[in-house]
């Protein structure tokens, strides 16, 4: 069994080497000739700095600053000299520069630009199951906005207010991770928020950032804690989450907690008003490791008739493989969750590394997984994983929707 040296040494051992062989590389090569004592030191500094911040996460201290010190300088920084080391080997030298300063180039515009891009991706869901009445249906969609991160441009989020409104959704549902750490961060935009409207209301659930316990107290007794009367052993992490559940109160969105909602309207058939309805569940955050597990989809779905067409919104997308396909009649599942590591070229993503389906439409079984690549981050930068919305559209569909067996649509915009 690892002990927790060991958990800490080996990821950072390997994520140094990574850093350190190509500084060293081209140091031996290109700066070492010019025998410059503060050349030298300077060109180390960069990587020593990559690296005490991710020691400092290792150890479990979380400051946003840190966070994004470190991400700006690896891919800024370290990815470049990475890549230049490797292309030397295939390139001329020349070349070889040339696309290490344009990587430096997208990612500077990732930072500066990228983060500010909100675009509208659209998808289609198609089931038998679903009502004649809910044809046409659109479910707009939004995910991981981690708003503290726009303290400093609320801009973003008026942006963010007027494109979702403009899209005119039947429903509007927010896929988890509203806030980065602390509850507080919803108050500047209390304000936009509760200006997104839909006709059928405004739906949400848990992210794993939304339990606010990274970097904060999740078990009583401490300094942050020490309060006087009912709340004096409650944990600094349970009270933002329950400042947190009011504040979507208070905005207009409807937090689903392990539990579901119907959506019902009433068409007339030979002269006669029918009722027909639709089927919202949201769960909790259910993740593996290291993220939370607090979901409960059997409860979620407590009382819903089998063979009706349901939407659930679960936050992490691997929950889907997980406990919805093949396991429920479920035909529509919205996640988020990934970000697409917020970097995207083509059809790549570093988060495939992690994520089997990790953005986009995703369709096995008669069930449909559309993960969103959300709006923000803890660090403000996007490349490629613009921030987006996505507006789905319900159809009916004329053959029973099993009968596409276990065909598996890849990603796609």
């Not at 108050?187 to 939304?210: E, R, Y």
């Not at 019902?264 to 058939?269: H, S």
Request: aromatic share 12%.
């Amino acid at each position: 069994m690892k002990t927790k040296l060991q958990e800490l040494l080996m990821p950072t051992l390997f994520f140094a080497l990574l850093l350190i062989l190509p500084d060293v590389y081209i140091w031996w090569r290109y700066i070492r000739p010019a025998d410059s004592v503060w050349l030298n030191a300077i060109w180390f500094l960069p990587s020593a700095g990559i690296i005490a911040t991710f020691v400092i996460f290792r150890m479990g201290i979380y400051h946003n600053t840190f966070l994004r010190t470190f991400i700006g300088m690896t891919l800024c920084i370290g990815m470049p000299k990475l890549l230049f080391s490797l292309l030397q080997f295939i390139l001329p030298t020349a070349a070889a520069l040339i696309c290490a300063l344009l990587l430096i180039a997208a990612f500077i515009y990732g930072f500066f630009f990228g983060w500010r891009r909100i675009v509208v991706r659209t998808a289609t869901c198609e089931s038998a199951l679903l009502p004649q009445s809910f044809d046409g249906y659109r479910i707009l969609q939004m995910s991981d906005l981690h708003i503290g991160t726009f303290r400093q441009n609320p801009s973003f989020i008026r942006k963010l207010v007027r494109v979702v409104n403009e899209q005119k959704p039947d429903m509007v549902v927010f896929t988890g991770d509203l806030v980065n750490v602390h509850a507080d961060e919803v108050l500047p935009f209390i304000s936009d928020l509760s200006q997104i409207k839909a006709p059928d209301g405004v739906f949400s659930i848990m992210g794993n950032h939304d339990y606010c316990e990274y970097g904060m107290e999740a078990t009583p007794g401490s300094r942050r804690t020490a309060r006087k009367g009912a709340f004096a052993k409650e944990p600094t992490a349970k009270r933002n989450q329950r400042v947190l559940e009011y504040l979507q109160e208070k905005i207009g969105w409807r937090l689903l907690m392990n539990e579901h909602v119907n959506i019902v309207r009433i068409r007339q058939e030979e002269g006669v008003n029918k009722s027909e309805s639709i089927s919202l569940i949201g769960v909790e955050n259910i993740g593996q490791p290291p993220f939370k597990n607090m979901g409960d989809l059997k409860k979620a779905m407590e009382g819903l008739v089998s063979g009706t067409f349901k939407v659930l919104l679960s936050h992490d997308p691997t929950h889907w493989r997980r406990g919805v396909l093949h396991k429920t009649d479920i035909a529509l599942t919205l996640s988020g969750h990934t970000h697409a590591g917020q970097l995207k070229i083509g059809r790549f993503s570093p988060a495939k590394w992690a994520y089997n389906e990790w953005g986009g439409k995703y369709t096995e079984d008669g069930s449909m997984l559309y993960v969103s690549l959300g709006l923000g981050g803890t660090v403000p930068f996007r490349f490629g994983a613009w921030p987006e919305v996505n507006v789905i559209t319900l159809r009916k569909e004329k053959k029973h929707s099993h009968s596409q067996g276990g065909e598996k649509s890849l990603p796609r915009e």
